[in-house]
């Protein structure tokens, strides 16, 4: 197998809470229990409220030695001197992207259900493709669904490359369903609910992570 350069594992992805203390805690949390990479994801509130909490978790995750990803915004990633960005299909080109973040910085892009636009994608280079929404998500209901083959055909394509770029599962994953993503070729799976609104965040994360040993 082909050396990824995103990391394999937990990818946790940030719920949308206006309490910059509590997320700060919870990524420290969900880190303990071995969290591999973040991804902050912020849509409401007043920008400059945002902006402040992207720096504070930027701040922790270089105290943690934790990668970070930006959702959505290559800008602001670029500004943050954040580890990547993350992309959906209307967040700009990522051709744009890589040229303006440069060939060090982490690429991921939102496939959805469509292992073609993963081919199409990967001609830029990106780090990894992400489908999803694997499983009911209460984050986005309304979002397409994929399927395991999505993830096999992706793994497939993703094969053909060195460094061979992740392939991530994301929608409705928590420990008890990411078996079945895991097992169908997924090098890490994206979590937000399962992890963050758990009663114990160390301990959903430690059950995710265990998947991968």
């Known amino acids: 197998m082909n050396s990824l350069r995103f990391p394999h594992g937990l990818y946790g992805v940030t719920p949308d809470w206006p309490d910059t203390h509590r997320l700060l805690e919870a990524i420290r949390q969900a880190h303990a229990g071995g969290m591999q990479v973040l991804q902050w994801r912020r849509k409401l509130g007043d920008p400059a409220k945002q902006r402040a909490q992207a720096l504070s978790v930027r701040d922790l995750c270089r105290e943690l030695h934790l990668p970070l990803i930006i959702n959505d915004d290559w800008r602001l990633a670029l500004a943050l001197d954040a580890d990547g960005v993350h992309l959906g299909k209307d967040d700009g080109t990522l051709a744009e992207a890589r040229r303006e973040m440069g060939p060090h910085k982490l690429i991921g892009c939102s496939c959805y259900n469509q ?4 081919h199409q994608h990967l001609q830029v280079p990106v780090d990894y493709i ?17 399927s395991l083959d999505d ?62 040993s």
Do not use: W, Y
């Open 130 to 146: 992400a489908f999803g929404a694997m499983f009911p998500s209460a984050v986005k209901p309304d979002a397409v669904r994929a």
């Open 115 to 118: 292992p073609a636009l993963a």
């Open 151 to 212: 993830i096999r055909e992706g793994h497939k394509i993703s094969a053909l490359l060195s460094p061979r770029p992740a392939v991530v599962a994301i929608g409705g994953i928590g420990p008890d369903n990411a078996p079945s993503v895991i097992q169908a070729g997924a090098d890490s799976i994206a979590v937000i609910s399962a992890l963050f609104n758990a009663p114990d965040i160390t301990a959903a994360a430690q059950r995710c992570s265990a998947l991968f």
